[in-house]
């Protein structure tokens, strides 16, 4: 017995990386898969594995910011098995460069697969539970970059940082319906990292801790039932360790006795809000506060 015996997921970006452990992980405890992919061979790959094992499996070819191919992906689910019980948005790309650097291709090229790519998918599978009913249970991809912040990442960042935002809206937007929406920031050896940070070494006992297969157990049990309790939250997956993310929360506050401030009051006063929350005034690396980290990022 799986936790999601008769369930049916939708994982996008699922050819590779983390989605192909995701999907494989679900089929393994008992989903039936659709496999979204925008490059047919690899999707293909990941549908002939899970099928190998004894699982179901299906491609949804196409790009998931596509409204047109998101609701396909939906359609797809319902007419090869019958339903859909969990979304899982993984796919994206990086286009790193320092935003003065920054083409407006490349902002708009990773804003659309990030951002409008969990927008369609979740609207699609959120207007078919709104109508069909719940349970339904969305699993968004978040990050670091975005939940922190990440020298050269401003458009990566800035739409991973919205999807943190979207799937707490979406999760109270949702409830009634008995759908969760939980995002999680994952961190493993993948192209797109190594891409960005050079070769992540390799752990050589008997566990890689890196290795982007471990994230998928926690999005496994984001997707059952047994999670039902849960949503709106943001998770760090790497490893074997699952950590939660506690959303911005005000922790000091200076005020005026009822009187409009003048500008020129700050100059001595704003000061209070670092010394009371113990924050440093200046800009800061804040990927040097990671629990764990891939590479030496540096200062």
């Known amino acids: 017995m799986g936790l999601l015996d008769d369930k049916v997921a939708i994982v996008t970006g699922a050819g590779r990386g983390i989605g192909r452990g995701e999907a494989i992980e679900l089929a393994r405890e008992g989903a039936a898969v659709v496999v979204g992919e925008v490059d047919e061979a690899v999707g293909e790959q990941v549908v002939a594995e899970i099928r190998g094992a004894g699982g179901s499996a299906v491609l949804g070819l196409g790009d998931c910011s596509d409204v047109d191919v998101a609701e396909r992906l939906v359609g797809l689910a319902l007419e090869e098995f019958g339903r859909l019980d ?5 796919a994206g790309i990086l286009r790193d460069r320092t935003l003065v ?3 407006p291709d ?4 990773v804003v659309k697969v990030h951002l409008r790519g969990h927008y369609a998918m979740t609207h699609a599978a959120c207007g078919y539970w709104k109508e069909h009913g719940g349970p339904g249970h969305i699993v968004c991809t978040a990050s670091t970059s975005g939940i922190l912040g990440n020298f ?9 940082a919205g999807i943190a935002s979207f799937a707490t809206i979406v999760a109270l937007e949702m409830k009634r319906s008995h759908v969760t929406c939980n995002a999680i920031a994952p961190a493993a050896r993948t ?3 190594e891409g960005a940070y050079g070769e992540i070494v390799r752990d050589e006992s008997d566990f890689d801790f890196w290795h982007p297969d471990n994230v998928a157990p926690f999005v496994v049990f984001l997707c059952s039932d047994a999670a039902s ?5 943001v998770f760090g997956v790497q490893g074997d360790a699952v950590e939660i993310y506690r959303p911005h929360t005000s922790v000091a506050v200076i005020q005026n006795d009822g009187r409009r401030w003048e500008p020129s009051q700050f100059v001595d006063t704003a000061q209070q809000l670092f010394d009371e929350s113990g924050i440093a005034p200046g800009a800061e690396n804040p990927m ?3 629990r764990f980290t891939m590479t030496d990022r540096g200062e």
């Open 86 to 90: 969990a979304l899982v948005n993984n």
């Open 101 to 103: 650097k920054m083409s």
């Open 229 to 233: 309790h849960i949503s709106g939250k």
């Open 191 to 193: 192209r797109m990292t």
């Open 152 to 160: 050269g990442q401003s458009n990566y960042g800035a739409a991973k």
């Open 288 to 290: 040097t506060r990671l």
């Open 106 to 109: 490349e902002w708009d090229a």
